[in-house]
């Protein structure tokens, strides 16, 4: 989690911050420890883990590429949409052919 209570304030995880130093959930209230290193973000962890559900919401990876799903499509699967929307295109053209403006 990227936040705490210490000392009855709410701070965030940074790496200018000790490692122990009456750290607190925000839910349980139980001891907090400060996990920081030189390739993941600051964040706090319970000490001892019970059970606890608070969690931060996920804050995205700049560094993560964008997940691309990939689709095969059908030549015959197009050209079968294809005269569908026709015949409806028709059939609308139709429609408005047998119609009077008066």
């Given at each position: ?13 940074n790496t200018d911050l000790l490692q ?36 931060d919401p996920k804050r995205p990876n700049p560094k993560a590429k964008p ?36």
């Amino acid at each position: 989690m990227f936040n705490c209570i210490q000392h009855n304030t709410i701070i965030q995880a940074n790496t200018d911050l000790l490692q122990r130093d009456d750290y607190q959930c925000p839910s349980c209230h139980r001891e907090l420890v400060l996990k920081s290193g030189n390739k993941k973000q600051a964040y706090f962890s319970h000490e001892i883990d019970q059970g606890c559900k608070h969690r931060d919401p996920k804050r995205p990876n700049p560094k993560a590429k964008p997940k691309i799903k990939h689709t095969t499509i059908n030549k015959a699967d197009i050209m079968l949409t294809f005269e569908k929307l026709l015949d409806q295109i028709l059939s609308l053209a139709d429609d408005g052919r047998g119609q009077s403006n008066g």
